[in-house]
């Protein structure tokens, strides 16, 4: 009798072991299915955005939907995944592209995002309510510069993870969500240049005026004292009724702000056709603090005050704007002083540093002085205004010289000589700044509009420190927590590492990528993420990607000589092109310990210049601090 009973234990175990693997197989099928219908939604998700948006200008034609390869989408201009292999979206970031429509509703798709930027275009109606319940995971929001109307939805506040949130230059009513103060990894927030009204909430008292300006009827916070809860009804009647006894002091006031302000330093005093095209509102704000003089680091002369500056600028007209930058440098203007001299003046309208911490990072700055480094030669710190003054480079942008028509005199000046002199000078200076100072400098911003070029197109790196001054420690350990990536600034779009988006460290690995993607492009003259493919290729329809994609393709197929730019093809320098590419493709290896050390990545460069026909050495008097292997980081 005892027999059976084992056998119905045996069974029973068997029993057990078929459910669990049952469940097991079930399981993984369910994983299976939910990534498939992640992908599905995904290609759905941006196939919506595309087809809800208005595309004058023809920025978003690249993305073709009948490719169905894995990871397709991410190769999308604007389009970051989270990893190559897999259709998930990590970034949409799709800025000035002349965009129009409302924000689409497809997004709820891809929730899977944590940085969407579709700021500078012409997006219209409301910011919906749901859309931190779209996108949970969001952590960076720029909706700036477009024409969004309504109120700012408090919903925002369910986005937990949101540390940046710009909704300036739009038409947005109504108050300030007090919601938003539960947004407590908030960094960086700006709602100016809108028609929002109330009182600032105190949680929010803590940015900058300048988050906040251009809001007539907001008060509170940084912009002082509300107007004690009256009506505006009940305040026309004070003005009324004050009006006609301090008629005689406003002509005064009037007469006062005539002469001393709206009259130009020259005499002649302005017409209303040049207010209107003149200073924006933040240097308006600056006029009354004419007198204050800039901080040079060198004895200079003659002194030079901010009033100064404003009229070399035409005050800080758009007219004099030379460059641009969307990150953490604003505006850089030409400045041409009275004696003929020409600096450089940039606009740092992100900088939340304390003036004093301000004034010591910028001290710092100032005293690294490199063959291969723009100069900082001052600064100025007025109200919340922080500019900095650089000696004017008048090649301008390596960016502007390389991307040029080709008639033009910049791109004529770029045979191969001035290219490799270009990429062994921009090397040195970025190498002298990992490894020939202490702490080690991160730019993190590096890209061909960061070099620019002298009278003898010598390049010169400029932007380094930005991030120190933007509140990250850049050293050489990543910067930590208080990392600028972690508030989402990558850099430019198509010079970012790939590693960025997952760890958000910024490294000297990372720098050495985008340093990778400048060579890049001096070597094959296209744009980082605008690649224009030969006929024979575009024709196959098998390439969707930038630049670093397009050189890698090419090498993999033994075709690297195909990728030479136009221009520099039967000068007799094709090896040493090649052997320039092949020191790139190190630099943007996919892993960042693949990548060469930039003192490295240096010394490859300059064998290939010694080994040209203008042979040269350059600087040795700036030598490396050359790191162990053991130490360098990763």
Not at 208 to 234: Q, T, V
Request: net charge neutral; proline share 5%; hydrophobic share 40%.
């Amino acid at each position: 009798m005892g027999w059976p009973r084992n056998l119905g234990t045996a069974a029973a175990a068997a029993s057990i072991q078929s459910r669990w693997l049952i469940l097991i197989l079930a399981t993984i099928l369910a994983m299976a299915a939910m990534v498939t219908v992640g992908a599905e939604d995904a290609v759905k998700c941006l196939k919506g955005v595309k087809e809800s948006l208005q595309d004058p200008q023809g920025r978003l034609f690249s993305w073709s939907f009948s490719n169905s390869s894995v990871g397709f989408i991410c190769n999308f201009v604007g389009v970051s995944c989270w990893n190559l292999q897999e259709n998930r979206v990590l970034n949409l970031e799709l800025s000035s592209m002349g965009l129009a429509g409302g924000i689409p509703s497809a997004l709820q798709l891809c929730s899977s995002i944590t940085h969407l930027v579709l700021s500078g275009n012409s997006l219209t109606g409301k910011i919906p309510s749901e859309l931190c319940q779209w996108l949970p995971n969001l952590v960076y929001l720029d909706l700036s510069g477009n024409r969004l109307s309504g109120e700012i939805p408090p919903e925002l506040a369910d986005c937990a993870y949101l540390n940046t949130l710009f909704l300036s230059g739009n038409e947005l009513s109504g108050a300030i969500p007090s919601r938003l103060s539960e947004l407590s990894r908030l960094r960086d927030f700006s709602v100016a240049n809108n028609r929002l009204s109330g009182s600032i909430p105190s949680v929010l008292g803590s940015f900058a005026s300048s988050d906040f300006e251009g809001n007539s009827d907001l008060c509170g916070g940084p912009l002082g004292r509300c107007s004690g809860g009256l009506s505006r009804r009940s305040l026309i009647i004070i003005i009324a009724a004050g009006l006609f006894g301090a008629i005689v002091s406003s002509l005064v006031v009037l007469a006062i702000f005539r002469w001393y302000v709206v009259r130009p330093a020259g005499g002649r005093r302005r017409t209303t056709a040049e207010d209107a095209g003149g200073a924006a509102g933040w240097a308006e704000r600056l006029r009354p603090h004419r007198t204050v003089q800039v901080s040079l680091f060198q004895k200079p002369i003659v002194k030079v005050k901010l009033g100064d500056l404003m009229a070399a600028t035409g005050d800080f007209s758009p007219d004099h704007i030379i460059s641009f930058s969307t990150g953490r440098g604003g505006a850089t203007y030409r400045a041409v002083l009275s004696d003929g001299s020409a600096l450089a003046v940039k606009r740092l309208p992100f900088c939340r540093l304390p003036e004093k911490h301000f004034r010591l990072e910028v001290s710092r700055l100032g005293q690294l002085r490199h063959p291969n480094l723009v100069p900082l030669l001052g600064f100025c710190a007025v109200l919340d205004e922080r500019l900095l003054v650089y000696k004017h480079m008048p090649g301008g942008s390596l960016s502007s010289a390389l991307h040029s028509h080709p008639s033009s005199a910049a791109a004529a000046a770029l045979d191969w000589a001035c290219r490799v002199r270009i990429a062994v000078g921009a090397a040195r200076g970025l190498a002298w700044l990992h490894h020939g100072i202490q702490p080690p400098l991160l730019h993190q911003s590096f890209s061909s509009a960061a070099v620019l070029l002298d009278d003898d197109m010598e390049p010169r790196i400029t932007d380094f420190g930005l991030a120190q001054l933007g509140g990250s420690s850049g050293a050489g350990d990543g910067g930590g927590a208080t990392s600028s990536l972690v508030n989402g600034d990558f850099g430019d779009f198509g010079y970012v590492a790939p590693e960025y988006h997952s760890t958000m460290v910024p490294s000297m690995k990372g720098d050495v990528y985008s340093f990778g993607v400048v060579l890049l492009e001096l070597a094959t003259g296209q744009r980082p993420i605008e690649v224009v493919v030969p006929v024979d290729y575009a024709e196959e329809g098998s390439f969707k990607g930038g630049l670093v994609d397009w050189v890698n393709m090419l090498s993999a197929a033994g075709r690297l000589a195909d990728a030479i730019d136009g221009p520099l093809r039967g000068g007799g320098h094709e090896e040493e092109i090649l052997q320039l590419l092949k020191v790139a493709c190190g630099c943007v290896a996919a892993r960042p310990k693949e990548r060469a050390p930039m003192y490295k990545v240096y010394q490859s460069l300059k064998a290939i210049g010694r080994s040209s026909r203008d042979a040269f050495d350059q600087f040795d008097e700036f030598p490396l601090v050359y790191a162990r292997e053991d130490q360098e980081p990763r």
